[in-house]
């Protein structure tokens, strides 16, 4: 469950506007004192706290929760006003979520924050630690952070390198799935032998640098709009992954 409230603050503004896009009637020169976004143009902030004065916000636009407070983590108060669900807060023991309104806030310099998945979603088991709060809210403890710890995460997110494949001494990315069988004219290259870490590059034929798809054979497909593309293919499935070299590759 993602916790943004902008069903509460819709509703609390269109009952003050008649649930109407306000029209104004003033001429260009005078200010328009309303700077409120229209219904049309609303969205949703990020989930944000400002506690400390600093801004915390949700890791990676996802809600991480924590399973347990241990004596690291320090009480300070509970939540005291939001400011709109498409705004950010900016007053201490404010959010952007109105339903938290009395939510209790704990700090820590020293907050561990999991990164489940890098930045191409493969599954990660790493952690980096930074300046955190946990809101405990209806039984759940939440985990914001702050805009450091933020580009801290990141940089581990993004040190894996993208999911690629070398044939005859050419580099080809994953560019997705497809189901059904390998198209009629393409022709059997071998198997993948060998795969490097996933924060390196392959530089041998046949290699990858995700186990996963080691021991799969490899096709390119049949001349085409799409005949730089070499495809992995397993006997045990009716589907096939598919790659093409990027611009800029080797």
Partial sequence: MTLTGCKGNDAE???QNGGNTYTSDITADEPDEDTSPSPEMRTAAVPAVFVNDTYFRIFDDKQHIVPDLDDTWVYLG?????APGWGSPAQNFQTNNELMMGADIFHSYEGHIPITNSVWEDPLNEEVVGDSII????????????EEAHTEAYKVMGAVERHSLMVDGVIYSLMGSRSGNIPDGSVYLGEITSAVPIDE?????LQANRDVVVGMKVYRLPPGDINDVIVLFSDSYSSYYFYKQLPGTL
């Fill in 201 to 205: 590059y392959p530089t041998e034929n």
């Fill in 13 to 15: 503004i269109e009952s």
């Fill in 135 to 146: 809101v405990v809210f209806e039984g759940m403890r939440i985990l914001y952070i702050t």
């Fill in 78 to 82: 509970s939540i005291q006003s939001s």
